[in-house]
């Protein structure tokens, strides 16, 4: 009988039983997909973004369906970092599985204050910078400017000995200085994509659909993106990458792998396909038995160009 591949990744300092994680704001916490999957398999979860206080996000309508994908503009609505902490972790906690914490901030500051607020809680294995979001003012300064991200993401290093992943945005002239800008800062790895500016018009009432007018494109239509930067950005920086955009069939998952994304993370199939993660999960081992490889890590960054 053929051993069975060994499905372990190493993202920096953190290590993943298997590199299928969730993405932030597809999952919610964890507690309502506990029905529907068995989270304890998962590589990580990253729960919905947190900021310091509570936020009311963005006016209605929030959510558009395209032609292959979704518009939101959620806005990062969610309680606050401290309800979180109260309501939210102790469940995350005892699920056995890493957590890693998505955490926004409109400022500098903010940033370094949550990440030291997070630092050394029980259940906390990682913090994932969302510098990235299109849907808030400011959501994406840090991931557009190389000197403000090497900044931000030395500063959080300065005051959080947990392991640190920038999550960077697609809408730059040129993500590759902006990784290069997080590795230098110190980040253990860097996720690539979150979503893509766009909009969508009822041309009949001349007006925009989504009340926040801009939203952030995903699913099926920015696989193409998301493949292309985690391209460019695992031959750019040393630290592990992390894939996300459009992933929903074992053969996204492999394309992903074989192009240099140590994980995946699983977003908008989540929404159409609940059980999505657990398929991909039993999916895997046939896919690297395909290529003869004994592992994950034997296939990552394998592609020939």
């Known amino acids: 009988m053929p051993h069975m591949p060994q499905l372990e990744v190493q993202l920096g300092r953190l290590r993943l039983a298997n590199p299928i994680m969730v993405a932030s704001g597809t999952f919610g916490y964890a507690r309502e997909m506990a029905g529907l999957v068995d989270l304890r398999r ?9 900021t310091p206080l509570p936020r009311a996000g963005n006016p209605p309508p929030r959510t558009v369906e395209t032609a292959a ?24 906690a005892g699920l056995g599985v890493p957590i890693i914490v998505s955490i926004a901030g409109k400022s500098y500051e903010e940033f370094v204050s949550m990440a030291a607020r997070l630092d050394g809680l029980s259940g906390v294995a990682a ?35 947990l392991p640190v992943l920038a999550k960077l945005t697609p809408n730059v ?28 018009v009822d041309w009949r009432r001349r007006r925009p659909i989504l009340g926040n007018v801009l939203g952030g494109l995903s699913g099926p239509a920015i696989k193409p993106i998301a493949l292309r930067t985690v391209y ?29 994304a140590t994980a995946v993370q699983i977003g908008t199939a989540n929404f159409y396909d609940p059980t999505v993660t657990m398929r991909l999960l039993n ?23």
Not at 42 to 50: Q, S
Not at 142 to 150: E, I, N, P
Not at 173 to 194: H, L, Q, Y
């Open 283 to 305: 999916q895997l081992p046939g896919a690297l038995a395909e290529l003869g490889a004994a592992s994950v890590a034997e296939v990552i960054g394998t592609l020939d160009v």
């Open 42 to 50: 998962l590589g990580a979860i990253v729960p919905k973004t947190i």
């Open 232 to 260: 460019q950005v695992a031959r750019t920086v040393k630290v592990p990458v992390v894939g996300v955009g459009g992933i929903a069939t074992i053969d996204d998952v492999m394309e992903f792998l074989v192009t240099g």
């Open 127 to 161: 913090l994932e910078l969302n510098i990235s979001c299109p849907n808030v003012s400011g959501g994406v300064d840090f991931g557009a400017d190389a000197t403000m991200c090497q900044r931000l993401v030395a500063g959080v290093r300065q005051v959080c000995s």
């Open 69 to 92: 994908g979704m518009l939101n503009s959620i806005g990062l609505d969610n309680d606050g970092i401290e309800a979180f902490i109260g309501n939210q972790l102790p469940y995350l």
């Open 173 to 200: 002239t040129d993500i590759t200085s902006i990784a290069a800008a997080a590795e230098e800062g110190g980040a253990d790895a860097i996720t690539v994509i979150n979503t893509c500016l766009g909009m969508a």
